[in-house]
C-alpha cells in the first residue's frame, strides 16, 4: 500500500471541489430551494428543527457547521470521512460526524434537527418517509449483497433456514438486516414467530455471541467478519434475498430546511461522494487501506466486506431517481418495502408510489 500515494490523490479530490464549490457560491445567493445512541467524532449535535438567523458566511450559501449521520459501514461516505475531503472543500466550515448504530435513532435525530445529513438504510429510510419525516432523499448509496447475511455457530447443528426453530437469533430490528431476514423466512415459508428473534445494536452482536447467548445473528459487517472469524459460517445473505426480490440498500437524506438553504452543497457533497465511489470501484486496494481503520477491519477484510455491496455512481443515480414525470427503480423499491413493513403491522399505511417519488430530489440528477 502506498499512503502517500493515497493522501496525495484525495488532497487532489478536495481541491478540485474546493474550486467548483467556490464557482457554484459565488454564482449563487445560496437561498433557493426546489437521507443505540450516537457518538460524536467532533461536536455538532444540538439545536431544533428552525435554522438561527443566518450570519454572512451562510448568506453566501456556505453553513457554519455540517452534522452528518452515519455509521461503519464499508461505503463511498465513510471513505469522505476517512480522507476529509468534505473538510477540505469547506475549510472554514466546522464539519462534524455523529456515528449511530440504528436507522431508528437517525431518525429521532433528523426529526429534532440535530444532524443535517446521514446515511439511512431502505427499511427505516421508509418509515420515515410514510411518517413524513422532515427530510428528502438526495443519493443511492449502494444496493446491499453479501455485506449482510444470517451467520450462525459452526457447531449449532443449523444447515438451513428450516433448522431456525426453537433457535435464538439477534438482529437490529428496523434496519436492513432485520428485514431481510424477515423476507428470507417469508421467501423460505417460515413462521418467523418460531424463532427467538432478539433485537440488539450492532455493537452488542459480538458481545452476545462471544458469551454464547445467541446462536447466531443476521449483521452487516465488519460485525459480520467478527463473528464469522469467531465459528461462525454464514447460512444465507442479502445478496440471495434480494435476488428473489427483496432488495435493500442504504441512501442518503437531508434534513429539509438545510436543503432549502444550501441546495449547493447537498450538490457537492454528491460530487465528493461520486468521487470516493470511483476510488472504491476503480482502486479498490487503496480505499479498503483507507477503510480498514474506520471499520476496525485488517485490510483484507475490508476488502471483502466491500465486495458485499455494489456503490453507485453519480451516472447511475438517474436510474434509480428517475425524473418527476417518470419514476426510477428506487420509489419503487422504498414502495415494496412499505408494502411489506405494512403487512408486517411496523406502518400504519401503505401510501402510493407517489409519497415515495416526492421525496426524492430528481431535480439534482436533472
Not at 464539519?95 to 445529513?117: M, N
Amino acid at each position: 500500500m502506498k499512503n502517500n500515494d493515497v493522501w496525495k490523490k484525495m488532497i487532489s479530490i478536495g481541491a478540485a471541489v474546493l474550486v467548483s464549490a467556490a464557482l457554484a457560491a459565488c454564482g449563487s445567493s445560496g437561498s433557493s430551494a426546489p437521507a443505540g445512541g450516537a457518538s460524536e467524532t467532533s461536536t455538532g449535535a444540538g439545536g431544533g428543527a428552525e435554522a438561527p438567523a443566518q450570519t454572512e458566511g451562510e448568506e453566501s450559501g456556505i453553513p457554519e457547521e455540517i452534522r452528518i449521520g452515519y455509521w461503519a459501514s464499508p461505503n463511498s461516505e465513510l471513505l469522505v470521512k476517512q480522507t476529509g475531503t468534505l473538510e477540505k472543500a469547506y475549510p472554514d466550515t466546522k464539519v462534524s460526524w455523529v456515528e449511530f448504530s440504528s436507522g431508528a435513532d437517525i431518525l429521532t435525530a433528523i426529526q429534532a434537527g440535530s444532524i443535517d445529513l446521514s446515511t439511512i438504510g431502505t427499511p427505516p429510510g421508509t418509515t420515515g418517509i410514510v411518517n413524513e419525516y422532515p427530510f428528502y432523499v438526495y443519493y443511492l448509496e449502494d444496493i446491499i449483497g453479501e455485506s449482510e447475511g444470517l451467520i450462525v455457530r459452526e457447531d449449532s447443528g443449523i444447515e438451513t433456514l428450516a433448522d431456525l426453530e426453537g433457535r435464538t437469533i439477534a438482529t437490529s430490528f428496523s434496519t436492513t438486516s432485520h428485514f431481510s431476514f424477515l423476507k428470507a423466512l417469508e421467501q423460505a415459508g417460515i413462521d418467523s414467530k418460531s424463532i427467538n428473534i432478539m433485537d440488539m445494536d450492532a455493537s452488542n452482536i459480538y458481545a452476545a455471541w462471544d458469551r454464547g447467548d445467541i446462536d447466531g445473528a443476521y449483521i452487516w459487517e465488519s460485525v459480520k467478519s467478527q463473528i464469522l472469524n469467531d465459528g461462525g459460517k454464514e447460512i444465507i445473505s442479502s445478496a440471495e434475498v434480494a435476488d428473489q426480490g427483496a432488495v435493500t440498500g442504504e441512501f442518503g437524506i437531508v434534513h429539509k430546511d438545510f436543503y432549502a438553504k444550501y441546495p449547493d452543497v447537498i450538490r457537492t457533497y454528491v460530487d465528493l461522494l461520486d468521487e470516493a465511489t470511483d476510488l472504491f470501484n476503480n482502486d479498490s486496494e487503496n480505499a479498503a487501506a483507507i477503510l480498514s481503520t474506520g471499520l476496525g477491519l485488517t485490510e483484507e477484510e475490508a476488502l471483502k466486506a466491500m465486495s458485499g455491496i455494489r456503490e453507485i455512481t453519480k451516472e447511475e443515480q438517474t436510474e434509480y431517481f428517475g425524473t418527476p414525470e417518470t419514476p426510477g427503480q428506487l420509489p419503487q423499491i422504498l414502495k415494496d418495502t412499505a408494502s411489506f413493513l405494512y403487512s408486517q403491522g411496523k406502518l400504519t399505511a401503505d401510501p402510493e408510489i407517489s409519497v415515495f417519488q416526492d421525496a426524492i430530489l430528481t431535480e439534482i440528477y436533472q
